[in-house]
T-cell receptor
Framework: GENVEQHPSTLSVQEGDSAVIKCTYSDSASNYFPWYKQELGKGPQLIIDIRSNVGEKKDQRIAVTLNKTAKHFSLHITETQPEDSAVYFC???????????FGKGTRLSVIA | GAGVSQSPSNKVTEKGKDVELRCDPI?????LYWYRQSLGQGLEFLIYFQGNSAPDKSGLPSDRFSAERTGGSVSTLTIQRTQQEDSAVYLCASSFPQSGGDTGELFFGEGSRLTVL
């Protein structure tokens, strides 16, 4: 089955700097890669996703890149703000067929 | 509108007792998932219901765990003879399949925190 590795497990950045979180996956058939943000005491929320037919997707300050050959994908957050502080999870699946397999999460702290 | 609702939000039980956790998905969402979140372990898939299809139970860690979904809506996760290692936050999510069968966004509840003493 699919296995998703995520790193780093914790990340501290100064406000205004960029943050990058990286994930690798094992199943070459996976074609859907979402990122979820979890704030304290709440359930995870989708922030951005990418499907295997594109290599990059942007939404304001966040972007995701996908390298299918290397089986890795990354989340980039620019101009970080204190409200970006949360736990971020990457995930992978074969869209429509299998449940999402999540990485172990990255705790991002943005220091004002 | 109403999101995914889970109850109880917190449950403390003694080792060996049975517990039931409830999930009310968003109305109209045909897919429902249960995940377990243990400290430092990320989100561990447990079980997946999609419409009238047989559920995908491949993530259930032992036969002490079971889940059902009645009438295609409310789901109950049951843990029998609880053990201390069952202590975790149990998250439910629902989604609505996209056109072409693509995976839709998962909407998570706030979870049920289970503590087994």
């Amino acid at each position: 089955g699919e296995n998703v590795e995520q790193h780093p497990s914790t990340l501290s950045v100064q406000e205004g700097d960029s943050a990058v979180i990286k994930c690798t996956y094992s199943d070459s058939a996976s074609n859907y890669f979402p990122w979820y943000k979890q704030e304290l005491g709440k359930g995870p929320q989708l922030i951005i996703d990418i499907r295997s037919n594109v290599g990059e997707k942007k939404d304001q300050r966040i972007a995701v890149t996908l390298n299918k050959t290397a089986k890795h994908f990354s989340l980039h957050i620019t101009e970080t703000q204190p409200e970006d502080s949360a736990v971020y999870f990457c995930a992978a699946s074969i869209t429509g067929n299998t449940p999402l397999v999540f990485g172990k999460g990255t705790r991002l702290s943005v220091i004002a | 509108g109403a999101g995914v609702s889970q109850s109880p939000s917190n449950k403390v039980t003694e080792k060996g007792k049975d517990v039931e956790l409830r999930c009310d998905p968003i109305s109209g969402h045909t897919a429902l998932y249960w995940y377990r979140q243990s400290l430092g372990q990320g989100l561990e898939f447990l079980i997946y219901f999609q419409g009238n299809s047989a559920p995908d139970k491949s993530g259930l860690p032992s036969d002490r765990f079971s889940a059902e979904r009645t009438g295609g809506s409310v789901s109950t996760l049951t843990i029998q003879r609880t053990q201390q290692e069952d202590s975790a936050v149990y998250l439910c999510a629902s989604s609505f399949p996209q056109s072409g069968g693509d995976t839709g966004e998962l909407f998570f509840g706030e979870g049920s925190r289970l503590t087994v003493l």
